[in-house]
Nanobody, 120 residues
Framework: QVQLVESGGGSVQAGGSLRLSCAAS????????MAWYRQAPGKQRELVAI???????TYAYSVKGRFTISRDNAKNTVYLQMNSLKPEDTAVYYC??????????????WGQGTQVTVSS
């Protein structure tokens, strides 16, 4: 089995910054695509950013230019650097990863979620 452990959430004022981390642990061959999702109160979960194993990235329009997703393959860890935070960024942020569990089996895993609160 695979576990994704998130950290780095917290409360900041508008315009501030936070960096989220998500590390994969367990028994697996490799971690492929990794992504960050978020879910605000009363809203559906949405994709924030995704990064491939070779570091190709895609961002939601609402965060492009402010957030940066990156990864450290040696540590099986994905990061989300969040700058110029806005109150509308307030949400629970979830890490997601596609993992090669065996040579013939890939599975998707989710982190437990970490709260990000941005005050005006």
């Amino acid at each position: 089995q695979v576990q994704l452990v998130e950290s780095g959430g917290g409360s900041v004022q508008a315009g501030g910054s936070l960096r989220l981390s998500c590390a994969a642990s367990g028994k697996f061959f490799s971690v492929d695509d990794m992504a960050w999702y978020r879910q605000a109160p009363g809203k559906q979960r949405e994709l924030v950013a995704i990064i491939t194993k070779n570091s190709l990235t895609t961002y939601a329009y609402s965060v492009k230019g402010r957030f940066t997703i990156s990864r450290d393959n040696a540590k099986n860890t994905v990061y989300l650097q969040m700058n110029s935070l806005k109150p509308e960024d307030t949400a629970v942020y979830y890490c997601n990863a596609e993992v090669l569990v065996t040579l013939l089996s890939r599975s998707t895993y989710w982190g437990q979620g970490t709260q990000v609160t941005v005050s005006s």
